[in-house]
């Protein structure tokens, strides 16, 4: 069995696993970067070690690890993976997130999100800044704001310092000059000394479109019992829940919610319905997706179910469930993920 690598040092992790076996010659561990590349064998090491430190890592970066045992009659079966991301040394460290996660306006209508910039470096973090990196059809701009009101500081699109182990909250601002299908914007979210926060989709990018025609724009965020924003499935077959609350900002429409693992396969199951905001019931039936009229300033909200049907390994960034919602186009209107594992 392979524990969950945890940080060892800076760019550093440390793997570590159970020895079952009595007549090993030694074990073969093997890496990939993220969740999709291929393996690669790094290291071997020898009978009865049960640990290896992998260095000279990428901060932000997910590393993934498997181990097998071997001898001259063969070989073990690969242990589970697990995964984990490296940690920061003490000239780097950004971190970034963006709340809401997708805006849909009118062509000249201000859409706006908050963004938070994170120092996890033990050092000043210097003339810390947010710029788009791609070409767009926009004005943009951005503001500090105080994290605990909301409310705008300093002056519009100019860097400020981040302390050590500090954070600075930020609102963003882009007017759209012409029609824009939905793009996911990625941001460099960087300091004069730093190098910038990993881009992470649904973490620090703002899914955008603009029509030339009022549209709905459903803002959502996701509330979890442990306000961590993970959700736990209990054990491989286990059940997980979730809610997510709503308000659509825009224009009045035909809205389809659901739920999926983005780009990665998990062996989960997702269902969903409508709740009564008062009592969290349901009031639609529970199904694979929920189609509504979302009135314009409606608050409407959903309960998630997740099914597990196997281990989900504990990498926040690439194991999430994303809730989505479409109008009567399939044009994506508003969304929100959270992270979730098998515990």
């Known amino acids: ?37 291929t393996y690669t064998q790094i290291a071997i090491v020898a009978a ?36 984990a991301v490296a940690r ?18 009118e062509v000249g209508i201000v859409a706006t999100a908050f963004a938070t910039i994170i120092n996890r470096g033990n050092s000043l973090a210097i003339a810390c800044k947010i710029t788009p990196l791609s ?29 050590s182990g500090g954070f600075q909250s930020f609102v963003i601002a882009f007017i759209p000059t012409q029609a824009l299908a939905p793009t996911d914007l990625q ?11 990993p881009i992470n989709v649904g ?26 924003g993970i959700v736990n499935i209990r054990g491989t077959n286990g059940t997980g829940a979730f ?35 008062a009592n969290g019931q349901c009031i639609s039936a529970i199904d694979s997706s929920v189609t509504t009229t979302i009135n314009a300033n409606a608050t409407p909200t ?6 597990g049907t196997g281990n989900v390994s504990f990498n926040p960034v690439a194991n999430r469930i994303f809730v989505r919602f479409r109008d009567s186009g399939a044009v994506t209107r508003g969304s929100t993920s959270v992270a979730v594992r098998t515990q």
């Open 88 to 105: 920061p040394d003490s000239n780097s460290g950004l971190l970034a997130a963006v709340l809401p996660s997708s805006r849909s306006v």
């Open 1 to 37: 069995m392979l524990a969950g690598p945890r940080e060892s040092g800076a760019g550093e992790l440390q793997a570590t696993w159970m020895d079952n076996s009595n007549n090993e010659e030694g074990f073969k561990i093997e890496r990939r970067t993220g969740t999709t590349q």
């Open 302 to 307: 959903f309960g998630i179910f997740i099914q």
């Open 203 to 228: 973490l620090n990018t703002l899914l955008l479109s603009a029509s030339a025609t009022p549209v709905s724009d459903i803002v959502a965020w996701a509330a979890i019992l442990s306000n961590d």
């Open 243 to 277: 809610a997510v609350a709503t308000v659509n900002v825009g224009a009045t429409e035909t809205i389809t919610a659901s739920a999926d693992t983005g780009s990665a396969s998990l062996p989960v199951n997702i269902s969903l319905c409508q709740t009564n905001p």
């Open 135 to 163: 070409g767009l059809a926009a004005n943009f701009h951005y503001q500090t704001t105080n994290p605990n009101t909301n409310q705008i500081t300093g002056t519009p699109d100019t860097p400020v310092d981040i302390t």
């Open 48 to 83: 009865n070690i049960t640990s290896y430190n992998d260095s000279g890592l990428v901060d932000g970066e997910t590393y993934c690890y498997r181990v097998l045992a071997f001898n001259p009659a063969g070989s073990s079966p690969f242990s589970d993976e697990a995964c």
């Open 187 to 197: 941001f460099s979210f960087d300091c004069a000394n730093r190098d910038p926060a």
